[in-house]
């Protein structure tokens, strides 16, 4: 067992790949007296295109993994993931687990003339979790999806403004536009990344959905019920502040520069 207390143990962030970044953001920014330790599964990136059975199996390995750390609570930073393997996820470990979902509730109340846009990945459209939340919160607006094939995979290399990562974000975005859609969900968390490319396809009239903030806020909810939110540590010496460590499976020579540009400043990544 840890000798330290358990609110001081760190909080795990797992995804399929570098996008979870963008919800490490809004947690670091909302509990910045947390340490946090955030997985990319990119060698199997994306999960997209991967059965619930696989996707299970990576982000089971993963968590044992951040369990081993003595993390005291996972989130799970990846819409494919949390609707594959957040329940079985839940039967075997004992810590809070948070998961994502794409943000239909929010973008039908933000929508004007009951129109919304999903861009997600094939695994997020295709699963029950989905079809629940079109059940519960989709019955009356209109809702027109779009999986974004290859999209994934520019972010993971870093590509956020290229030609290429432009065009693939116009062919997905117009189609949305074209139905009329005026609030289109962010339904993964690498899209947050390029949503200054899609802004300019859209333009500023449309509503765009991220929720990682929204996940941020319902892990601090948890964390507090719980009695596991860390005490302020500003006054710590330096040794001991707040760390924020990344591990990576990537097989990209430039990974730890893809990490570095998505996070905004300096880290030093290990390699699982």
Request: hydrophobic fraction near 40%; charge should be negative.
């Given at each position: 067992m840890p000798s330290q207390p358990i609110s001081s143990q760190a909080i795990g962030v797992l995804d399929s790949g570098v996008g979870g970044i963008s919800v490490l953001k809004h947690i670091h920014a909302?509990?910045?007296?947390?340490?946090?330790?955030?997985?990319?599964?990119?060698?199997?990136?994306?999960?997209?295109?991967?059965?619930?059975e696989e996707i299970t199996a990576r982000c089971m390995t993963i968590a044992d993994f951040l369990i081993a750390q003595h993390v005291k609570a996972l989130v799970v930073a990846c819409n494919t993931a949390t609707a594959a393997a957040i329940g079985a996820m839940r039967e075997t470990y004992s810590v809070p687990i948070i998961g994502m979902e794409p943000a239909v509730k929010p973008a039908a109340k933000a929508s004007?003339?009951?129109?919304?846009?999903v861009l997600a990945?094939?695994?997020?459209?295709?699963?029950?979790?989905?079809?629940?939340?079109?059940?519960?919160?989709?019955?009356?607006?209109?809702?027109?999806?779009?999986?974004?094939?290859?999209?994934?995979?520019?972010i993971e290399r870093g590509e956020l403004d290229t030609p290429n990562t432009k065009a693939l974000i116009r062919q997905y975005c117009?189609?949305?536009?074209?139905?009329?859609?005026?609030a289109i969900v962010l339904g993964c968390t690498h899209y947050p990344f390029v949503v200054d490319a899609i802004r300019d396809v859209v333009g500023e009239k449309i509503s765009l959905i991220d929720t990682g903030a929204a996940v941020a806020k319902q892990l601090k909810r948890q964390l507090e019920e719980k009695g596991l939110?860390?005490?302020?540590?500003?006054?710590?010496p330096s040794n001991q502040k707040p760390k924020v460590h990344f591990w990576t499976n990537s097989?990209?020579?430039?990974?730890?520069?893809?990490t570095e540009k998505l996070w905004g400043k300096h880290v030093e990544e290990h390699r699982l």
């Open positions: 909302l509990l910045p007296h947390e340490n946090l330790m955030y997985v990319a599964d990119s060698k199997y990136a994306p999960y997209g295109n991967k059965t619930p004007k003339n009951g129109v919304i846009g990945t094939v695994g997020t459209l295709k699963s029950a979790q989905f079809a629940a939340l079109l059940e519960s919160y989709g019955r009356n607006v209109k809702v027109v999806t779009q999986a974004c094939v290859g999209l994934v995979e520019c117009v189609p949305l536009l074209a139905e009329g859609a005026d939110l860390s005490i302020s540590k500003q006054k710590a097989e990209a020579e430039n990974a730890e520069q893809v």
